[in-house]
């Protein structure tokens, strides 16, 4: 399976997780705002911006692992705002496990939340969470060779 149908699928799996919790619309004013790669001009705040970057371990490896990047703007005046979002988020995301009809195994877990500079009065934090994951399917072609 190509690297960007993987992608996709990890992917939508996360808008769901994001997207439809209860607790993280009402942090974000009643709907998340979560955009892929690039949110569009003139958004409103609070909004989130998601990716993802896939890689292999090795060349032999049925396990592949990557980085889900996950950006938030607020333009709050103070920090509560942006940090409990994150705190929301990285509820929903930490320790995450999944499975889909093509992935038999996704695991994600924190890596890092870093505040980025941004124009005065936008608050602007990157979370960045280990991913790992296994198809079966990959484990019996390497098997085979």
């Not at 995450?96 to 992935?103: R, S, V």
């Amino acid at each position: 399976m190509p690297g960007i149908a993987i992608e996709k699928l990890i992917l939508n799996e996360l808008w769901d997780i994001l997207t439809l919790d209860e607790t993280l619309a009402g942090l974000m004013g009643g709907t998340v705002n979560l955009y892929l790669e690039q949110a569009p001009p003139d958004s409103p705040f609070p909004y989130m911006v998601h990716r993802i970057e896939l890689r292999n371990i090795t060349d032999y490896s049925p396990e592949r692992q990557g980085t889900y990047l996950v950006d938030l703007w607020s333009n709050s005046p103070n920090a509560d705002e942006v940090l409990s979002i994150c705190d929301r988020v990285d509820e929903l995301i930490h320790n995450a496990e999944f499975e889909t009809l093509e992935l038999d195994e996704v695991w994600l877990w924190r890596q890092a939340e870093t505040p980025v500079p941004d124009e005065p009065g936008i608050r602007h934090r990157n979370l960045q969470f280990n991913i790992r994951y296994l198809r079966l399917a990959d484990a019996a072609n390497i098997l085979k060779r």
